[in-house]
């Protein structure tokens, strides 16, 4: 019962779970899974320290696994730089995930940032044209994985995004907008929770790492309406890419590393242009529905509000590499909400759609992380069910 398959059409949305099983592990995952390597993809600008606007710093920025290596150059122990010298690695090092590629570069900004616009969005807390305190993290040196963030600091996050924020819709709420907000919100939640079990501290003595497959159960699989959160959300998303076809298509990808570019390119049109995913699921998500009422206005604005409060409480994620991840994502939900509620492809009063770099980093590589999860719950569901079955 508990850990059944899902089966019908995704709640508020128009394709079927088994649809969205099969395209993404044969067509999206794959395509994202590169895409996220190019180098445009895997630089995002970022404000990483605590700066929490709500309650005071609780220390928990100096946990090993939260670290994320932005490290500057003279932290870096001489055995990295000296390859020769590669296994005297002390266990203190200041930066215990240092690779020498992870160094940030600063010359980044004015390389890899020129041709796009700086706009601020609406969405979000940070003002992304502040490029102060800013650093660029290779997102593929520092996973988002199991950090040891948990107990109340982490809790007291959750807990104020759910019952400030977004408290969850009574069964008679029929407002839809509401309900997006918070299932969009839960639907994040339990793709960090699958990505948490999936890379797991197994033996800390040992630096084991694996999946825990009961922490997944616990967290997500046992829940129904998390698992359709996950799905409600990466449809969600994959419809707001979808959507800006016409913009992703002619932006330009931009890294110095021309062929690196031009696979992007390519890989993105892929994507955009997909056939199989035209013919099965066209429309991932109907975002004409929403907003229509009279007081559709009002509402968006209140729920803008909302989402803005939660961009600003990851401000108080007390680790770094939670953080680093927490914004990635919040900001890629902030893009998809901006693309699908100011969009209107109907209304040519409509400003024409702008997005920044880093927008659309956050919003391929939020995608890509949901496409992992639904795909881990895909796999593992039925091998979860055996071990987990109650009697
Ligand atoms: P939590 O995951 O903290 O959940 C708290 C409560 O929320 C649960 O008791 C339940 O009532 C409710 N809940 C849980 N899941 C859902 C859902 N899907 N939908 C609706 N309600 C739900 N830890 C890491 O190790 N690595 C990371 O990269 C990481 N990133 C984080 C990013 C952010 C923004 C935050 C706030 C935390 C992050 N954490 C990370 C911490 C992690 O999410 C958990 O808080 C921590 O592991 C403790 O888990 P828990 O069992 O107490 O439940």
């Known amino acids: 019962q508990e850990s059944r398959r899902y089966t019908g059409i995704v709640e508020d ?39 929490c606007p709500f309650w005071p710093d609780d220390g928990m920025c100096r946990l090993r696994d939260c670290s994320v290596c932005e490290c500057p150059e003279n932290e870096f122990p001489e055995s990295f730089k000296a390859p020769s010298k590669r296994g005297l690695l ?49 997102l593929q040196l520092n996973p ?17 995004i759910y019952s400030e924020n977004c408290p969850k819709y009574s069964s008679g709420e029929i407002c839809q907008e509401k309900k997006v907000l918070y299932k969009l919100i839960s639907g994040l939640h339990s793709s960090i929770s699958i990505h948490i079990a999936v890379d797991y501290l197994l033996d800390e003595s040992a630096n084991l790492w694996g999946q825990n497959l009961e922490l997944m159960h616990n967290r997500v699989l046992k829940h129904p309406d998390r698992v359709r959160n996950l799905y409600f959300t990466f449809l969600f998303v994959l419809r707001a890419v979808t959507k800006a076809a016409d913009y992703l298509e002619h932006a330009e990808y931009d890294s110095g590393n021309h062929a690196e570019d031009l696979k992007a390119q390519s890989l993105m049109r892929q994507l955009l242009y997909n056939p199989k995913l035209q013919a099965a699921c066209p429309l991932p998500f109907d975002d004409a529905k929403l907003w229509q009422g009279q007081s559709g206005p009002e509402l968006k604005q ?3 509000k909302q989402f803005r409060n939660i961009s600003a409480l990851m401000d108080c994620v ?21 693309i699908l509620f100011s969009v209107d492809g109907q209304n040519h009063q409509d400003p024409p759609l702008q997005l920044q770099r880093n927008e659309v980093i956050a919003l391929v590589n939020l995608l890509n992380r949901l496409s992992e999860s639904v795909k881990v719950v895909n796999e593992l569901v039925p091998s979860i069910e055996g071990l987990v079955s109650e009697p």
Request: one cysteine or more.
């Open 318 to 338: 007390g680790c770094e590499k939670c953080r680093l991840w927490g914004k990635l994502q919040v900001l890629g939900l902030g893009t998809a909400l901006k």
């Open 302 to 304: 209140q729920i803008q």
């Open 90 to 138: 002390s266990d203190d090092l200041v930066c215990q995930e240092g690779k020498p590629q992870a160094t940030v570069d600063r010359t980044l900004d004015t390389k890899a940032f020129t041709g796009w616009i700086e706009i601020d969005n609406p969405w979000t807390h940070e003002d992304e044209t502040d490029n102060g305190e800013m650093t660029y993290v290779n």
């Open 13 to 51: 949305c128009c394709c079927e779970y088994e649809t969205v099983d099969s395209l993404n592990g044969a067509v999206l995952n794959p395509l994202l899974q590169e895409l996220v390597t190019t180098p445009f993809f895997r630089y995002f600008k970022v404000k990483l320290w605590c700066d």
């Open 144 to 160: 988002e994985r199991y950090t040891g963030y948990t107990g109340p600091s982490a809790r007291r996050i959750w807990d104020a």
